[in-house]
T-cell receptor
Framework: GDSVTQMEGPVTLSEEAFLTINCTYT??????LFWYVQYPGEGLQLLLK???ADDKGSNKGFEATYRKETTSFHLEKGSVQVSDSAVYFC?????????????WGLGTSLAVNP | ETGVTQTPRHLVMGMTNKKSLKCEQH?????MYWYKQSAKKPLELMFV???????ENNSVPSRFSPECPNSSHLFLHLHTLQPEDSALYLC?????????????FGSGTQLSVL
């Protein structure tokens, strides 16, 4: 069945460092791909998404490109801030019917030190 | 503030207690969800309601009983829980049940079962 694999955390970076959180997926057809973020003590929020191959999702300085050839959707940010400390979840959704269900990765914890 | 409010934020209960979790959304959405978030596991979808009708029940034990009296409110009634039920319970909503990609989450109820 469909699945999402994220790099294990925790990831610890200094402020202004470059961030990459890897996400790869297994799915039939052409899923949509998402990154959600969970700040401490809060629920998840949609960060960005991409719905077809080669699309780039972006928000708040974060970017991720839908790479069908490598079945990947890696999250990147050029210069992280302390306020980016959170848990990041990669997810996919199939195209129709029951495949519209969201399949989640385990989450990657990011800690950014000043 | 995501527009989805959950109470209580924290709950400690014994295995013989009965308690309820409450969720309210102020977004005018038609679909509401209960998720379970446990350490080292992907988010688990428990129940889905669309226009107050339960449309999905993902093999959840009967000691969890959902209730959706109207499209803005969702409850999760708990009774005779087990210690392994300790987790963060998240409520979410979306415009429609089919549009699960854009979910709005509450901050969750951290449940501890003693």
């Amino acid at each position: 069945g469909d699945s999402v694999t994220q790099m294990e955390g925790p990831v610890t970076l200094s402020e202004e460092a470059f961030l990459t959180i890897n996400c790869t997926y297994t799915a039939t057809g052409y899923p949509s791909l998402f990154w959600y973020v969970q700040y401490p003590g809060e629920g998840l929020q949609l960060l960005l998404k991409a719905t077809k191959a080669d699309d780039k999702g972006s928000n708040k300085g974060f970017e991720a490109t839908y790479r069908k050839e490598t079945t990947s959707f890696h999250l990147e940010k050029g210069s992280v801030q302390v306020s980016d400390s959170a848990v990041y979840f990669c997810a996919l959704s199939g195209q129709a019917g029951n495949n519209r269900k969201l399949i989640w990765g385990l989450g990657t914890s990011l800690a950014v030190n000043p | 503030e995501t527009g989805v409010t959950q109470t209580p934020r924290h709950l400690v209960m014994g295995m013989t207690n009965k308690k309820s979790l409450k969720c309210e959304q102020h977004l005018g959405h038609n679909a509401m969800y209960w998720y379970k978030q446990s350490a080292k596991k992907p988010l688990e979808l428990m129940f889905v309601y669309s226009l107050e009708e339960r449309v999905e029940n993902n093999s959840v034990p009967s000691r969890f009983s959902p209730e959706c009296p109207n499209s803005s409110h969702l409850f999760l009634h708990l009774h005779t829980l087990q210690p392994e039920d300790s987790a963060l319970y998240l409520c979410a909503s979306s415009q429609e049940a089919g549009a699960r990609e854009k979910l709005f989450f509450g901050s969750g109820t951290q449940l501890s079962v003693l």
